[in-house]
């Protein structure tokens, strides 16, 4: 029972969650810097986040500051790292590698936060029975006997938007725990199966549109000029 | 003085430009079904976004819905990539081509959403002078004369943490006007500048935390069973 408590991370609110790796990347360069203790109000003046806000979050974890001195930063590294559960290893497959499947299957980043991705599924002939970067490509009909065989939890989704709730639905039926959508589309799955969005093409539109008014709101201030 | 009206997009609201390529994505989905005609509230009910506020998303085009029929689907696919900045070519520049940066290069992906990686750079001897899927991997110091010389104002960074304040700085000093931020360090930049930050590992966590989560819930009704 104690062991099961001691896996157990808390569940924290969603936004505490998306900060803890900003701290995480901040604190893993100054240690990288040889820095040894660091306060909250300095991590806030890096990442523009309130000192009681960063307090706050870091109160969730299993760490101590000290009045005047901060947090030693060595132990804070690995307590975020622990915490946010990019030193455990987490089986995945890659569902679709066309060409951002195929990219991210590429990308070593993601096995050094934790993630393994120890297969890919797709439906076309020319890349069933190939491998990237050593990484066997299924058969789309083949996942749920590596589930079985694996306990694979972490399904990625990468597939066309027409194939998007298709493939998912078969994600889920073989057992997947957690899809992380990188398409576009907004899947639908029941509640206990945990869906992360990652679009990253949306973000395109942001920074077009962002850029458009910086564009708008710079010509008066050049014609004042 | 109308010519550049025409081409100006209004700004948007966030949570609209976060939710418009949703749209997009499920009208693509119907026009490859060949779908004629689609009510906001068969995308409400598609999205899990309210009608009303769907309606009042797509007010911001140049699009109306007819009574009881709703959007043309073709129109509204045309209109919303349009909108969206995805039918036009936006050069961009590559910052750090190692395992994510060259997985987004090979990703072609992007260039279907407008974006067009014309170069990449780094500081590693041994990648620079190289080619990935055609484009070139230039020295970091080339990077203000090759933006003078195409204008591009786009920049992707994708560099380690300890390098990223580093790398917009230069970035910057180049004369990019946005920078889409795909490490997980909260970059400064003068307000004119556009960030978008992008922290696909960070969305690991959020996944590894709410797994436990369910995995939490899940277990006391399986014991009631």
Request: hydrophobic residues 40%; aromatic residues 8%; proline residues 4%.
């Amino acid at each position: 029972m104690s062991d099961n408590q001691l896996k157990i991370r808390t569940i924290l609110p969603e936004p505490t969650l998306r900060r803890l790796p900003w701290y995480l990347a901040y604190v893993s360069l100054l240690h990288s810097q040889k820095v040894e203790f660091v306060s909250s109000t300095q991590i806030a003046k890096e990442i523009k986040v309130d000192a009681s806000q960063i307090a706050k979050d870091l109160s969730f974890l299993n760490i101590k500051g000290k009045t005047r001195i901060g947090y030693e930063v060595k132990t804070l590294v690995n307590e975020l790292a622990d915490f946010l559960g990019f030193r455990e290893s987490h089986n995945a497959f890659m569902v679709g590698v066309g060409s951002l499947g195929g990219a991210l299957i590429h990308d070593s980043g993601l096995s050094q936060y934790g993630l393994n991705i120890i297969a890919g599924f797709d439906v076309k002939e020319d890349v069933v029975g190939t491998n990237i970067c050593g990484v066997p490509i299924l058969n789309m009909n083949e996942m749920c006997q590596l589930q079985k065989a694996t306990g694979t939890e972490i399904g990625i989704l990468a597939v066309p938007v027409e194939h998007a709730q298709e493939a998912a639905d078969s994600m889920i039926a073989c057992g997947l725990k957690a899809i992380w959508n990188f398409t576009p589309y907004r899947i639908k799955a029941p509640e206990n199966i945990v869906i992360q969005n990652t679009s990253i093409y949306a973000h395109l539109a942001l920074i077009y549109n962002r850029m458009q008014e910086c564009e708008k709101t710079e010509s008066p201030k050049n014609n004042s000029k």
